[in-house]
């Protein structure tokens, strides 16, 4: 594996461990907050809650991810929504694809 390859495992790695870490957090303080007096309006909020956070998490990470698709002309259809639906899935298919992209290029020069 080359320099520029390893940066971006190395990036994405960094990446899912903070959002990770934020939505451990979120998920903590948001049980220990008491948003109203009935019961089910705390419930409501403390299960959507964390679906919402870590929905909005995954929507940065496929952001992130689409800039790197654009700069690495990666030929991908799907890896924007599987980021948006699971993180790491997002993550894992873009840098296989990236992998293999470039070991195809690598081959077809070769003679």
């Known amino acids: 594996m080359n320099g520029p390859k390893l940066r ?5 790695a960094l990446l899912l461990s903070v959002f990770y870490i934020f939505s451990i957090a979120f998920y903590r303080t948001l049980i220990a907050l008491e948003f109203s007096d009935d ?12 679906i919402v956070f ?8 496929a952001y992130i991810v689409q800039r ?3 700069m690495h002309n990666v030929k991908t259809k799907y890896v924007i929504i599987a980021t ?5 899935l997002g ?9 293999f992209q470039h ?9």
């Open 8 to 12: 971006l495992i190395a990036k994405y």
């Open 39 to 50: 019961i089910r309006i705390n419930t409501l909020y403390k299960s959507l809650g964390p």
């Open 54 to 61: 870590d929905l909005f998490l995954n929507l940065i990470m």
């Open 68 to 70: 790197d698709i654009a």
């Open 84 to 88: 948006i639906i699971y993180r790491s």
């Open 91 to 99: 993550v894992f298919s873009f840098l296989l694809f990236l992998h």
């Open 103 to 111: 070991r195809d290029e690598d081959n077809s020069i070769a003679p």
